[in-house]
C-alpha cells in the first residue's frame, strides 16, 4: 500500500503559476498521474508519466502550460502549473499505479487526497 500526500496547491491570479508536488511513500517508481476535479464536474485526467519516465501524456487543454516530472531521488512527482487560467480552478489528486500510465482513473490504485488550485481573473 502506498500513501501520496500533495501539496502545493493555492490561490493564483491569471497567467500565473504553481507548482504541485506529489511524495509517495516506499521505495517502488510507480506511474504517476494527475487528475483534476471542478465543482459541479466529472474528475478529468490531466497528465501523465510513466514508470520510466520516458513518457508523458497530456490532455489537450494544459498542453504547452503544464510539465509533469519526477526527482527518483525524493520519489516524488511534480506538475508545474504556468499560463493558469480561471478554468484550471479545481481540487487537484495524484495518482499512481505500479504498471501503466494511462488517461483514465480506473487505470490506478492509489490516490491522494488532494490539493486546491483557485485561479482568479
Known amino acids: 500500500q502506498v500513501q501520496l500526500v500533495e501539496s502545493g496547491g493555492g490561490l493564483v491570479q491569471a497567467g500565473g503559476s504553481l507548482r504541485l508536488s506529489c511524495a509517495a511513500s516506499?521505495?517502488?517508481?510507480?506511474?504517476m498521474s494527475w487528475f483534476r476535479q471542478a465543482p459541479g464536474k466529472e474528475r478529468e485526467f490531466v497528465a501523465a508519466?510513466?514508470?520510466?519516465?520516458?513518457?508523458?501524456n497530456y490532455a489537450d487543454s494544459v498542453k504547452g502550460r503544464f510539465t509533469i516530472s519526477r526527482d527518483n531521488a525524493k520519489n516524488t512527482v511534480y506538475l508545474q502549473m504556468n499560463s493558469l487560467k480561471p478554468e484550471d480552478t479545481a481540487v487537484y489528486y495524484c495518482?499512481?499505479?505500479?504498471?501503466?500510465?494511462?488517461?483514465?482513473?480506473?487505470?490506478?490504485?492509489?490516490w491522494g487526497q488532494g490539493t486546491q488550485v483557485t485561479v482568479s481573473s
Open positions: 508519466l510513466s514508470r520510466s519516465a520516458g513518457t508523458t
Open positions: 495518482a499512481a499505479d505500479l504498471i501503466r500510465s494511462g488517461t483514465n482513473e480506473n487505470d490506478y490504485d492509489y
Open positions: 516506499g521505495r517502488s517508481k510507480y506511474a
